[in-house]
């Protein structure tokens, strides 16, 4: 995999191995997703319509945007992107307008997957809403749903964390009819995402992925990749003092010597709170 400069792997080449604690999610995501985008013959055969919308619902940073990725990339298939927010954001009229482009570029590009980021926003529960706009954007989306042919070979994968926020009307049978939950990652799912993390680290022996996913209750993928960043940086802090940068490089034995401590991930601990937490305590 290539790397950004973020320290995450490049968004287009994101893998399932890149994604842990997810064994399940990955599984029915294949099933759901990978499988009728590759083989849609299978669906012919048996006379059904293949799935049309799925719903990935989880709190935000468990990795719901990176799982459609994923997903998208290992079925060859290409990928757009919706965001909620960003498509209310716009004019009147022009809402509606970008939905039907960005619908008929998938189509056209088909086998693709279309990812709506935050679906919430856009199609909020009719009875609450009271603008007009809102009301047609959500009716939009609607249409353009039941819109796709059936042999077109497009996958709608929403997120939301909010699930209970939505029409109702975008849950029935042809539209998001299947649901996959996102959870918060266990202890076992924590060791596995600091894994990938830290995979391109040079660690010291002391560090115990172990004990640090013990440590971190409550964290999520974002919280453990803002995590390993953090204490990579407290390394550089902690080796500065005592560089020679008067030739401008760095030598390549003392580069070697650069390693990320346990100490390094306990200061980082200070900094860096589980997203989770810092919501409990904004609400307070
Ligand atoms: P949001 O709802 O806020 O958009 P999300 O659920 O879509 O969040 P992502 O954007 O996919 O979350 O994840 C944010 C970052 O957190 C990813 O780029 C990745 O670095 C890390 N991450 C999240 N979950 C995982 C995971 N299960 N395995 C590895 N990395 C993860």
Redesign the pocket.
Known sequence: AEYSDDG?VRRADVTYD?????TDTIRQLREMVELPLRYPELFTRLGVDPPRGVLLH??????????ARAVANESEAEFFVINGPEIMGSAYGESEKKLREIFAAATKAAPSILFI??IDSIAPSRDKVHGEAEKRLVAQLLTLMDGLEPRTNLVVIA?T?RPEALDEALRRPGRFDREII?GV?DES?RR??LA??TRGMPLDAKVSLRELARTTYGF???D??ALSREAAIEAVRRIMPKLDLSSGTIAPEVLETLKVTRDDFVEALKRVQPSAMREVMVQS
Request: proline share 9%.
């Open positions: 995450d890149d994604i842990g604690g997810m989880g709190p935000p940073g468990t990795g719901k945007t990176r799982l980021d935050e997120a964390n996102v990652p799912g596995e995402i990938i993390h999520v993928g974002a453990l990749n």
